[in-house]
């Protein structure tokens, strides 16, 4: 309340003053914690691993490409991994509704349906950078060359972020965690080498 001066006292500023206007409060990150995107935990298992096969596809054939770049065209190389792609995810898709069909003798529900189309195509948004990078190519920008370049190196950023995140959620020592992603990374380059290998068959 103002005094009798008509001055106003500090503490009547401060009953004034706009809520939220304080100190704010940051979140700390918990990696305990879980998401929260309405998802059981069966089904963000289901995308990442997903996520991370078709991400593995597309590796192996930008991989393959790149090994004879000279010889494409850019839009050659888009058509190819955008097939190639598109096919696992399809297959990827049979796979599941088959499966359910023979496990549970019924037809999918709409939700379950719908998970299985988010979990097989959501994965396709890992063809967004490679398939950009290439569009570049094709409007001369880069050269295919430096597309697949980019595309390689985004492909494994994206395989070595997943690992990561996937270290720091187990409860394990440093060092523990080292071993861990080293041996995901193992995994992962004789997965590629597999692949490539298939491709130059």
Excluded: C, N
């Amino acid at each position: 309340m103002s005094g009798e001066d008509g001055t106003v006292g500090a503490s009547d500023v401060g009953l004034h003053r706009p809520l939220g206007r304080g100190r704010r409060r940051r979140r700390r990150f918990d990696p305990d914690a879980e998401p929260d995107d309405g998802l059981t935990g069966e089904q963000r298992a289901d995308r990442l691993k997903e996520r991370i096969y078709i991400t593995f596809t597309a590796l192996a054939v930008v991989l393959a490409i790149a090994s004879h770049a000279s010889e494409v065209e850019a839009a050659d190389a888009a058509l190819t991994l955008l097939v190639t792609v598109g096919g696992a995810v399809l297959a990827v898709f049979a796979a599941d509704v088959i499966a359910h069909i023979a496990v549970h003798r019924v037809l999918p529900t709409r939700v379950e349906a719908q998970h299985m189309f988010a979990v097989s195509f959501g994965a396709l948004a890992t063809l967004v950078l490679p398939m950009a990078f290439l569009v570049f190519a094709m409007l001369g920008r880069w050269t295919v060359e430096a597309a697949l370049r980019a595309s390689t190196i985004a492909l494994i950023v994206s395989l070595a972020a997943i690992g990561w995140l996937a270290v720091r959620r187990v409860r394990l020592a440093w060092w523990q965690r080292l071993i861990v992603l080293l041996l995901e990374v193992a995994l992962g380059v004789a997965v590629v080498g597999l692949e490539l290998l298939a491709h130059s068959l």
